[in-house]
């Protein structure tokens, strides 16, 4: 007798036994587990549904700040819900339930200004699958690589700024150099000119001089006497 057979007639001997009390009574049977120790019911299959926006956190990781809707569509494509009350805001939902997995539910909202990203929203991602192992590994070679650029750029700027800052101060040292030697050869040509002048002064000296003892001094009339008159009679 197999197992089935077995299982069919335990049910059914109850009401044999209500039908024929005259019937012999049968001996007891075993308990059912330990006649059917490897026997387990079916479980129906359930096929995953999904339902809204399917994201993953390796992709959201790369969103900045600054990214204009189009890069943002690229990156994790286009929104669940967008409200026309508020068109700057971007909401991706999923709810999801799995087939002997735990259900996903998550939320991510974006806002932007204007065209470019301004926020992101994250506290609602907890549920969402971690990183693989290599995406992990990519992730830390991207944030190395952006930390690398940025480096690279603040080294540039300082560079920069430190070469203008130079050519700031040789600007100013060639100026008061020029202002010194603009004030050198204004004192130069100021001495140059007193010179000149006391030169002429002294020729001019000299040549009086000279004219004096070339030329002797005019004679003068003799002074005719107050008293007597200008004219003679005789």
């Given amino acids: 007798m197999n197992k089935l057979t077995l299982i069919a007639f335990s049910f059914s001997l109850p009401f044999l036994s209500a039908c024929s009390p005259s019937m012999p ?19 129906l299959y359930k096929d995953d549904i999904q339902q809204g926006s399917v994201l993953e956190r390796f992709k959201i990781n790369q969103l900045k700040t600054g990214m204009s809707k189009t890069q943002v569509k690229d990156l994790i494509g286009s929104p669940s819900i967008i409200d026309p009350f508020h068109s700057n805001q971007w909401d991706y939902i999923n709810h999801s339930t799995l087939h002997e997995k735990d259900d996903i539910h998550y939320r991510l909202v974006l806002k932007f200004t204007g065209e470019k990203l301004s926020l992101i929203n994250t506290s609602g991602i907890k549920n969402l699958s971690a990183l693989t192992d290599k995406e992990k590994a990519l992730e830390d070679q991207r944030i190395a690589e952006e930390k690398a650029v940025i480096e690279a750029k603040k080294k540039a700027l300082l560079k920069a700024k430190i070469v203008a800052e130079q050519k700031k101060i040789a600007k100013a040292e060639a100026e008061a150099e020029a202002e010194q030697q603009r ?52």
């Fill in 25 to 43: 009574s049968m001996p007891e049977l075993p308990d059912m587990p330990d006649i059917l120790p490897d026997l387990s019911l079916p479980t």
């Fill in 183 to 234: 004030i050198l050869a204004e004192k130069m040509q100021a001495e140059a000119l007193k010179k000149n002048i006391e030169l002429e002064k002294a020729q001019s000296k000299k040549i009086k001089k000279k004219a004096e003892k070339i030329q002797p001094p005019a004679k003068q009339e003799p002074q005719q006497a107050v008293d007597e008159p200008w004219y003679k009679f005789w």
